[in-house]
């Protein structure tokens, strides 16, 4: 499926939100194929914030845990990004960045910053394993591990000058 033609249906979707409600509207997506106009669309539809999910800065665990966003390297998700911020404004694209999933302390901290320079809001986010799937073997981690994340990315996040609370909407806002 096109990403023109779902950010279309998306459109519509948000713009039949916005007739019942003023709530902020937050969409999650993962565009392939030409994302230029389908994401001023989404805009122009009314959707406030735009979550686009890197999940990991380590190519060896996208291509493991995330095959169908390997379409992208991860320096075409920062372009991406990057473009997105260009419509939906600064702190107002968000990307999840998923831990212990094997990566490295450094990937998360030194993507977190490219990110943030761009103007989009990393989101670190610890696995919780689903039963039954191939991660669920790695377990969560411990806390010492995001929290030692938590507090470098925080300050990245400080001196970029993004915070939860200028976002409009999504999981960031409710600051999980």
Do not use: W
Not at 164 to 171: E, I, L, P, Q, R
């Amino acid at each position: 499926e096109d990403f023109t033609k779902l950010s279309s249906y998306l459109s519509d979707c948000v713009r039949a939100i916005r007739q019942k409600s003023s709530l902020p509207v937050h969409l999650q997506v993962y565009p392939f194929g030409d994302y230029v106009e389908p994401l001023k669309r989404l805009k122009e539809a009314g959707v406030d914030t735009l979550g686009i999910h890197i999940e990991s800065f380590d190519e060896n665990i996208r291509n493991r845990y995330t095959p169908g966003k390997c379409i992208h390297t991860i320096n075409e998700i920062e372009t991406m990004l990057e473009y997105a911020v260009g419509i939906f404004d600064k702190n107002q694209v968000t990307s999840f960045i998923i831990t212990g999933l094997g990566e490295t302390e450094e990937s998360v901290i030194d993507g977190s910053r490219r990110i943030a320079a761009l103007c989009v809001y990393p989101f670190i986010v610890p696995h919780h394993p689903i039963p039954g799937t191939e991660p669920y073997t790695l377990g969560t981690p411990d806390s010492e591990y995001p929290e030692s994340i938590y507090r470098k990315v925080s300050q990245i996040l400080k001196k970029s000058r993004l915070s939860s609370s200028n976002v409009k909407a999504g999981c960031i806002r409710c600051s999980a």
